[in-house]
């Protein structure tokens, strides 16, 4: 039995499609601009991940409210990786990162051991400090992994003062007469 280095015939005729559904370029130039859809995946699986185990050794002191705030997020973290097109989950994901990060912070700060420093005690308080300090970072990853997904950043710039934007959309019972620029006199219409 001979093995050659060409393709077979038919897997020829569709590289040769396949290029010419490209534009005519290369398969290296097509396949370069095609991005791999499990990439992010492997990113919120590996965040969920580190998040557990760092969750999970830092609940050896801080035991209670450190927990329950901390392992429900993480559900929400499978759910958002269980589903992949959802931008409800991953923006509650994210939601409930950025609000962990208040809470562990308040948590640490509170219950942080003053005495008895155990090896077992620096290790699990270490672990929940790395915890709090790499949350950001996913918070980051997350973020635009919600974007990808089609999720919109919400608050915008002006947010405070009145918005600038005028739509040309006028509903029909509107009572206002729409502003003619090349008049100067406003015509009231009956309708």
Known sequence: MTYSRDPPPTAQLGLELWQRAAGGAGLGKFVSRVRRPGAPAVVAQAILLVHWLLTTWGCIVFQGPYAWTNFPILALG?????????????????GGLVATIFLDVIYIGIFYPRSNFSDTVRFSAGMAILNLILKPISCFFVYHMYRERGGELLVHVGFLGPSEERSSYQPIDSSEVPADPESKAHVTRGY
């Open 78 to 94: 499978v759910w958002a990786v269980a589903q992949r097109d959802s931008v409800d989950a991953i923006s509650m994901f994210l």
